[in-house]
């Protein structure tokens, strides 16, 4: 998924991954030794903005 927003210091891009389970993904990130972020519903369904180990920034989104 690609999406334009604002509010950034710094021009980026952040990676979003599409998942069936957002629930389900986000303890596999954390056992993966990442850091999960709080689920907030968005217009396209739920997201949350997670962490690597090393630190990088994504996103996971449950669609619908």
Do not use: K
Not at 31 to 59: K, T
């Amino acid at each position: 998924m690609v999406g334009i927003g604002g509010g950034a210091t710094e021009p980026g891009m952040v990676p979003m991954y599409a998942v069936d389970d957002i629930t389900a993904a986000l303890t596999a990130v954390e056992s993966a030794g990442g850091a999960a972020g709080e689920v907030e519903r968005q217009s396209y369904g739920l997201g949350a903005l997670c962490h690597d180990d090393q630190g990088l920034p994504f996103w996971l989104g449950q669609l619908g």
